[in-house]
């Protein structure tokens, strides 16, 4: 088992950059690919960004050349955010254990709250 611990939400203006760690502790020699998802009220939860541990990474579109994914070992990974709009207002889910292909995660954090407003 893989337990993940995600910090760093809270209430950004826009414009304004964020930064989200996320911790993994348990079978951590199992991870290769781990992730950032966001997930808004009423919809599916969509990948933001994943990076391996080779180090190749992931982004979506919307958040390409803005949002940066690092880890710095295989236990922690950080999605830095930059040019925050209200658009990215959502909670934020770490994932482990993904597999991109068939869109399978299989450990999810118990989420942070992302709030871009003036």
């Known amino acids: 088992q893989v337990q993940l611990v995600e910090s760093g939400g809270g209430l950004v203006q826009p414009g304004g950059p964020l930064r989200l760690p996320c911790a993994a502790s348990g079978s951590i020699s199992s991870i290769d690919t781990m992730g950032w998802y966001r997930q808004a009220p009423g919809k599916q939860r969509e990948l933001v960004a994943a990076?391996?541990?080779?180090?190749?990474t992931l982004y979506a579109n919307s958040v390409k050349g803005r949002f940066t994914i690092s880890r710095d070992n295989v236990k922690t990974t950080f999605l830095q955010m930059h040019s925050l709009t209200p658009e990215a207002t959502d909670v934020y889910y770490c994932g482990a254990g993904i597999d991109l292909i068939r869109g399978q995660v299989h450990y999810w954090g118990q989420g942070t709250q992302v709030t871009v407003s003036s």
């Open positions: 990076i391996t541990s080779g180090g190749s």
